[in-house]
């Protein structure tokens, strides 16, 4: 760990805000994946053009994980270029790792701690509570495990190398996950009976918000592509008894 | 119809463009998610009730859009800022409420069909060899610029596109207390969606939650 220096991980965290800048269909966050580790690449070669060209050119070939365990990723194969690990083995790694990245963080945030930090500053506002106090409901826990995740991602990278995979067995973020989304179903419970009172004026509107809550539940995934038809389609009549309209 | 001033432009389009790096290529701190674009961009606007509605709307509708892999998602913060900033800014009638959230819906689209091709324009940059690691820092750092550029002239369209129909979508309607039960009736279904979404093993958690919506209505 201390074979980089402070300042050296520090570029290499902040770097790693910008992973998918260069986002393509042929490399995916290769590109990406070298911009970040390039200062570690530098400092162990203590600035030699070439080597430096050739290790951070191996590095910007295909390669996908989520955004925030990179530095995770990064600070593993920074750890076996110190170590002289060869590249077969590195590149290896890196394939072998990758679903794992993916799949953990998708599960983490995406499916986890996101819908449900979401879902607290949507509850803030259907409670009535200011809007600055909902974007911060939401902004600041989100972040306070984004941020963590990143810092500790690379930490253990540097630390374990080609042991990262242990280190990710045994941490608690597949447990946090599964917590995550716990949380996000009760708030989840809460914002639909908030939203079925809440967002409909008329006496009929919590029966009628009940009834969507089901529908809802019934609809999954797909509830996204039924709300756009019915959006549509009551534009489509309104504007229509509009154009109609004497007057 | 709303404001076209330059000064209005300019400001709507830079908070757009910047929170759509935020989106995947800078931070992805979820600043660009609707609930935070639409509602701080109503509050510059001046109305920040207006950028709440919005921002509920949205994001409600967002949370069942899982971005995974090299999936195609919709843009969420060029809309949000776009509609946040004309809907703060008019009369805020049902009609417009309902035509401004569909020009949002479709607006996302829009920005998910520009990152789209934005990808591909990068795989053109994107080499293997020592030749291009010389250059490759600076590609990296071009194309987040390039992304904000992108954001922020797909934010500009989309505001100039929706000024100029909101002239038409100001109007009061018979339909005007449907309109409004019907959005809030969706985003009661978006909540209920994530009982399947999040697991239906989860089915005690969601039961407990709506049992606490109950208590903090009873509540209040």
């Known amino acids: 760990m201390r074979t980089f220096p402070a300042i050296v991980r520090f570029r290499i965290l902040a770097r790693s805000f910008s992973v998918q800048g260069s986002f393509n269909y042929k490399t995916l966050i290769g590109t990406g994946f070298a911009f970040v580790i390039a200062p570690g690449v530098r400092h162990l070669h203590g600035g030699i053009d070439a080597r430096d060209d050739e290790t951070i050119a191996r590095h910007a070939d295909v390669f996908n994980a989520h955004p925030y365990l990179v530095p995770l990723a990064a600070g593993a194969v920074l750890r076996m270029e110190h170590d002289g690990v060869d590249p077969a083995t590195i590149a290896r790694f890196k394939q072998a790792i990758r679903s794992s990245l993916g799949s953990l963080g998708d599960r983490l945030f995406w499916a986890g701690w996101r819908p449900a930090t979401a879902l607290l500053g949507l509850a803030v506002l259907l409670l009535g509570g200011s809007w600055w106090a909902a974007v911060l409901a939401f902004l600041v826990p989100y972040n306070a495990l984004h941020l963590w995740v990143r810092g500790w991602g690379l930490k253990t990278g540097l630390t374990r190398g080609l042991e990262v995979a242990g280190a990710l067995r045994s941490s608690p973020l597949s447990r946090w996950a599964d917590r995550a989304a716990s949380a996000g179903a009760l708030l989840a419970g809460t914002c639909a009976v908030l939203a079925a009172v809440r967002t409909s004026p008329s006496v009929t509107g919590p029966v009628i918000g009940g009834l969507a809550v089901v ?21 489509a009549i309104t504007a229509a008894t509009l154009l109609l309209s004497p007057g | 119809m709303a404001d076209l001033s330059l000064g209005t432009v300019l400001w709507v389009s830079l908070v757009g463009g910047g929170l759509a790096l935020d989106g995947t290529s800078f931070g992805q701190t979820m600043v660009s998610r609707p609930l935070v674009a639409a509602t701080v961009t109503g509050a ?122 909101t002239t038409w979508f100001e109007r009061r309607t018979i339909a005007d207390e449907a309109i409004v039960v019907l959005i809030g009736a969706i985003v009661a279904a978006c909540f209920g969606a994530l009982f399947t979404i999040l697991g239906r093993d989860r089915w005690r958690m969601f039961a407990a939650g709506v049992l606490l919506g109950g208590l903090l209505l009873a509540a209040s």
Do not use: M
């Open chain 2, 44 to 165: 510059l606007a001046g109305s920040p009730a207006a950028g709440v509605t919005i921002g509920l709307v949205l994001e409600a509708l967002q949370l069942s859009v899982l971005p995974v892999g090299a999936s195609r998602t919709p843009e969420s913060a060029p809309a949000a800022v776009v509609a946040a900033a004309v809907y703060a800014t008019s009369s805020g009638t049902p009609f417009l409420l309902l035509s401004t959230v569909l020009f949002a819906l479709v607006w996302e689209r829009v920005g998910s069909e520009t990152i789209h091709g934005f990808r591909y324009l990068n795989a053109r940059f994107a080499s293997v060899g020592e030749v291009a690691a010389r250059g490759l820092e600076r590609q990296h750092i071009l194309a987040c610029g390039a992304d904000a550029l992108r954001g922020t002239l797909v934010t500009a369209t989309g505001y100039l596109l929706l000024s100029v129909l």
């Open chain 1, 215 to 235: 529908i809802g539940g019934i609809l999954g995934l797909r509830v996204r592509k039924a709300a756009v038809l019915i959006l549509v389609f009551a534009w």
